[in-house]
């Protein structure tokens, strides 16, 4: 590896860590492969993932575990499980309206 080389992908890799959000967005659900659903759920989610993180390490300073990168943290989240253990009325488009209509509804 040319030092050039080995600048660039340090560089980038503290680029990834120092701003969370473009690790966030650069990670599995924003590459393709997933519904438009999936993605749109996962755009909402970037605040909550990134307290999911902290606690993490939180926890990990306090000798419970081992610390970890955010990027290595995304790398290692079950995107599609998650997003599938999800009930309907959470995920986007999806409301009980949908499933369970009113009676006032039904009568009209």
């Known amino acids: 590896m040319a030092w ?3 600048l660039n992908s340090s560089f980038n890799e503290y680029m990834l860590e120092a701003e969370p959000s473009m690790a966030y967005f650069s990670s599995a ?3 393709g492969g997933y519904s438009p659903a999936q993605q749109q ?3 909402s ?3 909550n993932v990134w307290s999911e993180y902290q606690g993490q390490e939180g926890s990990a300073l306090r000798g419970m575990g081992e610390p970890t990168t955010f990027t290595s943290f995304l790398e290692q989240m079950p ?3 998650r997003y599938s253990s ?3 009325s959470l ?3 999806g409301g009980s309206r949908r499933f369970n209509p ?3 509804y039904m009568y009209r």
């Open 4 to 6: 050039e080389d080995f």
């Open 29 to 31: 659900p924003f590459q």
């Open 41 to 43: 759920y996962w755009g």
């Open 45 to 47: 989610q970037a605040g």
């Open 79 to 81: 995107w599609t499980e």
């Open 86 to 88: 999800l009930s309907p």
């Open 91 to 93: 995920r986007p488009g």
């Open 102 to 104: 009113t009676a006032r």
